[in-house]
């Protein structure tokens, strides 16, 4: 389930500003007195909130749907409140960490398409970490949440920083490198 928010916001951050630059409407954005850092963060939150939401349904759904039809000792062996617990602290970090690869791509691209599919790729290691732990072959402790906590909140703050840095108003309203 924490492949969802690895992915799927990839294809909306990615295409955030180069689809804009795209159809001709962040210009008339890029000329507001709205620093590049709120621009860069409004981008993000409007990939992260709909992510978030697809993410969590997809879960809810799953857990309604494992106490409905699955037998008491099969339900009670897939449903855990550690498993709860990761899902509801790492989809927004997951989510967020994507969404700056995503912004940071689409920054300096000039194709949605390949923006998007190198958003999806970035997102990538993720998915495989988030795999080798539901398949045990990393075993999932305490300290190793705390330890992944702190180190997608360091890379998603080094993202939103780095992302700023990278942002060129004058490149991107004139098109020129």
């Given at each position: 389930?924490?492949?969802?928010?690895?992915?799927?916001?990839?294809?909306?951050?990615?295409?955030?500003?180069?689809?804009?630059?795209?159809?001709?409407?962040?210009?008339?954005?890029?000329?507001?007195?709205?620093?590049?850092?709120?621009?860069?963060?409004?981008?993000a939150l409007a990939a992260l909130l709909p992510?978030?939401?697809?993410?969590?349904?997809?879960?809810?759904?799953?857990?309604?749907?494992?106490?409905?039809?699955?037998?008491?000792?099969?339900?009670?062996?897939?449903?855990?409140?550690?498993?709860?617990?990761?899902?509801?602290?790492?989809?927004?970090?997951?989510?967020?960490?994507?969404?700056?690869?995503?912004?940071?791509?689409?920054?300096?691209?000039?194709?949605?398409?390949?923006?998007?599919?190198?958003?999806?790729?970035?997102?990538?290691?993720?998915?495989?970490?988030?795999?080798?732990?539901?398949?045990?072959?990393?075993?999932?402790?305490?300290?190793?949440?705390?330890?992944?906590?702190?180190?997608?909140?360091?890379?998603?703050?080094?993202?939103?920083?780095?992302?700023?840095?990278?942002?060129?108003?004058?490149?991107?309203?004139?098109?020129?490198?």
């Amino acid at each position: 389930m924490l492949a969802i928010p690895a992915i799927v916001p990839a294809f909306v951050a990615a295409y955030s500003v180069v689809g804009e630059r795209q159809q001709g409407t962040l210009e008339p954005v890029l000329t507001t007195p709205v620093r590049r850092e709120e621009f860069l963060l409004g981008k993000a939150l409007a990939a992260l909130l709909p992510s978030i939401a697809v993410a969590y349904a997809v879960y809810a759904l799953f857990l309604a749907l494992v106490e409905l039809f699955a037998e008491p000792a099969v339900a009670s062996a897939l449903v855990h409140v550690s498993d709860l617990v990761a899902q509801v602290l790492f989809t927004p970090l997951l989510a967020g960490w994507t969404i700056w690869i995503s912004v940071a791509i689409s920054t300096r691209s000039n194709d949605p398409r390949t923006a998007q599919q190198l958003g999806a790729l970035a997102g990538l290691p993720s998915v495989a970490v988030t795999t080798l732990i539901a398949l045990s072959v990393i075993r999932p402790s305490l300290s190793l949440a705390i330890v992944a906590v702190a180190v997608l909140l360091l890379l998603n703050g080094l993202g939103w920083r780095i992302t700023s840095a990278m942002f060129d108003r004058e490149r991107l309203i004139t098109g020129s490198r």
